[in-house]
């Protein structure tokens, strides 16, 4: 991690109830781990959030992006797909872009966080797009993802 990533945005500087709020509202649970604790369900490990069902995992270190990320896999899978999961999303190259394009939709939706930062955090954590950046990759590359989102009625999470 490099000290630009440390800066990102962490579930620390959000209330608990919020962040319960927000998956409760796309049909998930929210389940604290304390601090310096393995996440259970974390595909990548260290401070990354983790799946198991319907249950985000995450500590007061874990990126907010990282939690948005994961949630956008569930809700992007489907159901038999969420009710096996545990700790690998899986998904195909195409399911990986409509997830974070609804990721950064979806910042919006959390109070105290937003798309500009959603941006800045995935910059300065290391997500990779073609055109240098998360934003110019939603602004100018990511019609594919949103038509991908579209055909599966997951636009109407926004409503």
Not at 12 to 23: N, P, Q, V, Y
Request: aromatic share 10%; with cysteine.
């Amino acid at each position: 991690m490099t000290d630009q990533a440390e800066s990102v945005a962490t579930i620390a500087e959000f209330a608990e109830s919020e962040i319960r709020r927000f998956l409760e509202r796309v049909g998930m649970r929210y389940e604290a781990v304390e601090p310096g604790a393995e996440i259970p369900g974390s595909f990548w490990g260290d401070s990354e959030a983790g799946l198991i069902g319907n249950t985000l995992f995450a500590r007061p270190d874990t990126p907010i992006h990282s939690m948005l990320h994961e949630a956008c896999h569930y809700l992007c899978m489907d159901k038999e797909r969420q009710q096996t999961l545990h700790t690998d999303a899986g998904g195909d190259y195409d399911e990986e872009n409509a997830v974070c394009y609804l990721q950064l939709l979806l910042a919006d939706r959390l109070p105290g966080y937003d798309r500009e930062r959603c941006y800045r955090d995935m910059d300065a954590w290391g997500y990779s797009f073609r055109l240098g950046s998360a934003r110019a990759w939603f602004e100018q590359d990511a019609e594919d993802a949103r038509q991908w989102l579209e055909a599966r009625g997951l636009l109407k999470l926004l409503h």
